[in-house]
């Protein structure tokens, strides 16, 4: 799964290096789970059984503790604001490559 997340953070990640409507870390944070759960989402993870559910938000935490460091470092210091709005839009991983083209 963490590989498949990889080509969309970069994707989302690049832009003009030092743009001054870069977002703050709590933006940051929040398109970081935000992504996450698209991509968990679109690999069934919105369906998954009670029984489940556990494991999923576990996987979720994992994902979220091995991106936050490199993904919020990226994030603040070159995600133009436009990007960071799109990408909390996107529903399917679609959406989120489509951030980059806009």
Same mark, same amino acid.
């Given at each position: 799964?963490?590989?498949?997340?990889?080509? $969309? #953070?970069?994707?989302?990640? $690049?832009?003009?290096? &030092?743009?001054?409507d870069a977002p703050?870390?709590?933006?940051? %944070?929040?398109?970081?789970?935000?992504? $996450?759960?698209?991509?968990?989402?679109?690999?069934?993870?919105s369906a998954v059984?009670?029984?489940?559910? *556990? *494991?999923?938000?576990?996987?979720?935490?994992?994902?979220? &503790?091995?991106?936050?460091? *490199? #993904?919020? %470092?990226?994030?603040? %210091?070159?995600?133009?604001?436009?990007?960071?709005?799109?990408?909390?839009?996107?529903?399917?991983p679609s959406d989120?490559?489509?951030? *980059?083209? &806009?």
């Amino acid at each position: 799964m963490l590989a498949r997340l990889w080509p $969309i #953070f970069a994707v989302l990640l $690049i832009s003009l290096a &030092g743009c001054s409507d870069a977002p703050t870390e709590a933006e940051c %944070k929040k398109l970081m789970e935000h992504l $996450i759960e698209v991509e968990q989402n679109a690999a069934g993870g919105s369906a998954v059984s009670p029984e489940l559910a *556990d *494991d999923a938000k576990a996987v979720k935490k994992r994902v979220l &503790g091995y991106l936050e460091e *490199d #993904f919020m %470092k990226s994030c603040k %210091k070159s995600l133009p604001k436009g990007q960071l709005e799109c990408g909390m839009k996107a529903t399917k991983p679609s959406d989120l490559a489509a951030c *980059d083209e &806009g």
